[in-house]
Nanobody, 121 residues
């Protein structure tokens, strides 16, 4: 059973930075994309940033130019560098990995437990 373990969340002042890390408990094969979602109170979960197997990165418009997603394929790790944080970035951030199984080619989706990010003065 694959587990995704997130770290790096916390409380930061507006304009500050945080770096989120997500590490898989075991090797994951056939990954199509790794990334981060977030969910604020009373809102739906939304995509923040994702990076594909080929290295292409996608970002929500609200974080473009401030957040950077990266991955270490050898370690099944995905990072999210968050700069110039705003109060509206406050949310629980979830790591996500999607790919397919070798035998059936069925799609899998793995989620982390979430890490709280609070931006407040």
């Amino acid at each position: 059973q694959v587990q995704l373990v997130e770290s790096g969340g916390g409380l930061v002042q507006p304009g500050g930075s945080l770096r989120l890390s997500c590490v898989a408990s075991t090797s994951i094969f056939n990954i199509n994309a790794m990334g981060w979602y977030r969910q604020a109170p009373g809102k739906e979960r939304e995509l923040v940033a994702a990076i594909t197997r080929g290295g292409n990165a996608n970002y929500a418009d609200s974080v473009k130019g401030r957040f950077t997603v990266s991955r270490d394929s050898a370690k099944d790790t995905v990072l999210l560098q968050m700069n110039s944080l705003k109060p509206e970035d406050t949310a629980v951030y979830y790591c996500h990995v999607t790919g397919y199984y070798d035998s059936s080619h069925a799609v899998y989706d793995y989620w982390g437990q979430g890490t709280q990010v609070t931006v407040s003065s």
